[in-house]
């Protein structure tokens, strides 16, 4: 059975960039029939998404965090992973991963998430 | 951007009572409306696809209808169990973008 699995940093300073990865395991992330996706929820809020790979590496990004955000595949380690620059605060979240069958879109597979602190 | 916004943000419910859940468009668009259930330090679990289209799995007291601007997630016969935070999300438009949801709790 197919699984997702955040992890990465859980503390970043200000400023600094976080970084996170997902890796699928039970399955190919090469497989084409999905995107893969960022999502992301601050504390006591609500969901809000950030962005897809596709496995040949074509991205979108929210336009909120466009100008921050880099998500990125590495097909031979089976996984997927985001960058965000400059952070804030108000990046202060639990950050999950989560895969839509492409062209359908809705999330049929989630990570169990982790919480990332922006914090000096 | 569309803006979907539910209503109510918060309900409490008597169990075996019906729930209605709605959330409503900033901007038409067809069927392209999913809603997952997020139980407290776990993720999301998709409930329904396109509006009304049951997922294997999950309980049929769940159901979905709509299109255009209104959609509404309902609950016959509230269990337990169900006490949750529910989430609309569009994906017709990008960025995809989720309702800010509504939490029901159990009387």
């Known amino acids: 059975q197919l699984q997702l699995q955040e992890s990465g940093s859980g503390l970043v300073k200000p400023s600094q960039t976080l970084s996170l990865t997902c890796a699928v395991s039970?399955?190919?992330?090469?497989?084409?029939?999905?995107?893969w996706s960022w999502i992301r929820q601050p504390p006591g809020k609500g969901l809000e998404w950030i962005g897809y790979?596709?496995?040949?590496?074509?991205?979108q990004y929210n336009p909120s965090l466009k100008s921050r955000v880099t998500i990125s595949v590495d097909t031979s380690k089976n996984q997927f992973s985001l960058n965000l620059s400059s952070v804030t605060a108000a990046d202060t979240a639990v950050y999950f991963c989560?895969?839509?069958?492409?062209?359908?879109?809705?999330?049929?597979?989630w990570g169990r998430g982790t919480l990332v602190t922006v914090s000096s | 951007e569309i803006v979907l916004t539910q209503s109510p943000d918060f309900q409490s419910v008597t169990p075996k009572e019906k729930v209605t859940i709605t959330c409503r468009a900033s901007?038409?668009?067809?069927?392209?409306l999913h809603w997952y259930q997020q139980k407290p330090g776990q993720s999301p679990k998709l409930l329904i696809k396109?509006?009304?289209k049951s997922i294997s799995g999950v309980p049929s007291r769940f159901s979905g209808s709509g299109s255009g601007t209104d959609f509404t997630l309902t609950i016959n016969g509230l269990e337990a169990e169900d006490a949750a935070t529910y989430y609309c999300?569009?994906?017709?438009?990008?960025?995809?973008?989720f309702g800010q949801g509504t939490k029901v709790e159990i009387k």
């Open positions: 989560a895969r839509a069958p492409l062209g359908i879109d809705y999330f049929d597979l």
């Open positions: 039970g399955g190919s992330i090469s497989s084409g029939a999905y995107s």
């Open positions: 790979i596709h496995h040949g590496g074509s991205t």
């Open positions: 901007q038409s668009f067809g069927t392209s």
């Open positions: 396109y509006a009304s």
């Open positions: 999300h569009q994906t017709t438009n990008l960025p995809w973008t």
